[in-house]
């Protein structure tokens, strides 16, 4: 029954090897699906490119059905994963202020690390940038602590807040990622551009 | 046509997103938990300011909460690791595809200097927006979105509308 490390099947030391091993399968995906080049992740927001798109969403939905399916074989105990608590005006707020990062600086933290690893000097500029916000952010928490815990609504499921069962949200998002696989596809004929 | 070619030598997007759900469904079945990146980068500056300024730490009320409510070495967390670990496996798959290469990414129509003071704001905005949102790109909207989680959604939705609705403004650093 998983997770291993919740039910003691591996030890904690075994847990952060294995978190360098899934490190290295997440750097290796990013690089081979172009996140390591930020003209390709700010192509999402010109039409011209959508590869962010469908490699964001396949990968949701993906570990979304495989997370399902473990749980109905009996794999894996979902009362126990990690869910990020919700609190409502900190989670839309940052978010707006890391969608300005991503459109300024043309990554986000992940795909920076990975742009950086094959010498993007660019991705290492943001990284720097990434240490001075949070810096920022810790030096500055008492002016944040206000909205960064206000409404707190515990960790909810998004299907529960939208009235609907696990199953039924599940199938629907399935549904709105293929309707979004068409729309950028759509967006990649009508805006091309190669010359990158 | 050279760049056009070399830009076909990445995966199919769709392939990518499935390996990239896969890894992620590896990490939520080992540790019951998913992908992050910005908690790597707050463990080593908090490493750091110990380090450096340890007096200035004990009064930061941040850092107060935060080894409140951690204990032990901020480098000996799961995150780290993983983050350790994107860097061999980004530069990996880099050299196999022969993209290993020093240099400053950019539209034509921008220098260098300016895509770099772009990237530093950038980043700070994106440093300071994880933080708020308890996590990025990774953490907060993909994985949160893969355990259906609401403030994962309501994240995601705001780092893309945002991104959307400031492109126009700053479309000469792209197009």
């Not at chain 2, 670990?85 to 022969?98: D, E, I, K, Q």
Request: glycine share 14%; hydrophobic share 50%.
């Amino acid at each position: 029954m998983g997770p291993l490390t919740v039910y003691e099947i591996i030890s904690a030391n075994t847990n952060l090897v294995l978190a360098f091993v899934i490190g290295i399968g997440f750097g290796f995906v990013l690089e081979n699906s172009g996140f390591s080049s930020s003209r390709k992740l700010a192509g999402m927001f010109y039409g011209y490119d959508t590869t962010v798109l469908k490699v964001f969403f396949t990968a949701a939905i993906t570990a979304m059905v495989g997370t399902l399916i473990f749980a109905l074989l009996g794999w894996l105990d979902l009362s126990v994963i990690y869910i990020n608590p919700t609190y409502l005006w900190s989670a839309i707020l940052g978010g707006a202020v890391m969608g300005a990062g991503f459109i300024l600086g043309g990554f986000c933290p992940g795909t920076a690390f990975c742009a950086l690893s094959i010498g993007k000097l660019d991705a290492l500029a943001f990284i720097g940038g990434l240490f001075i916000g949070v810096f920022l952010f810790t030096e500055a928490y008492p002016v944040f602590e206000g909205i960064y815990k206000a409404e707190f609504m515990g960790a909810p499921f998004v299907y529960d807040a939208l009235g609907m069962s696990r199953g039924v949200f599940a199938a629907i998002l399935i549904i709105a990622a293929f309707g979004m696989f068409w729309l950028g596809e759509w967006s990649e004929r009508k805006f091309p551009r190669d010359e990158y | 046509m050279m760049n056009l070619d070399k830009s076909k030598k990445y995966w199919n997007p769709y392939f990518g997103g499935v390996m990239l759900g896969l890894v992620l469904l590896a990490a939520i079945y080992t540790a019951g938990r998913g992908l992050g990146a910005s908690g790597a980068v707050k463990s080593v500056l908090l490493t750091g300011m110990e380090a450096v300024a340890p007096s200035h730490v004990e009064n930061t009320p941040f850092y107060k909460e935060y080894f409140a409510s951690h204990s032990g070495n901020p480098m000996k967390s799961w995150l780290v690791f993983e983050m350790l670990g994107l860097v061999v496996g980004g530069f990996v798959s880099g050299a196999m595809a022969g993209r290993l290469k020093f240099k400053v990414e950019h539209s034509p129509k921008i220098t260098s200097r300016k895509r770099i003071i772009f990237a530093v704001l950038g980043g700070i905005f994106f440093g300071l927006g994880s933080q708020l949102g308890r996590g990025c790109t990774s953490g907060a909207a993909l994985s949160g979105m893969a355990v259906l989680s609401l403030g994962g959604f309501i994240t995601m939705i705001f780092i893309f509308g945002t991104a959307f609705a400031l492109a126009y403004f700053v479309r000469k650093l792209w197009i």
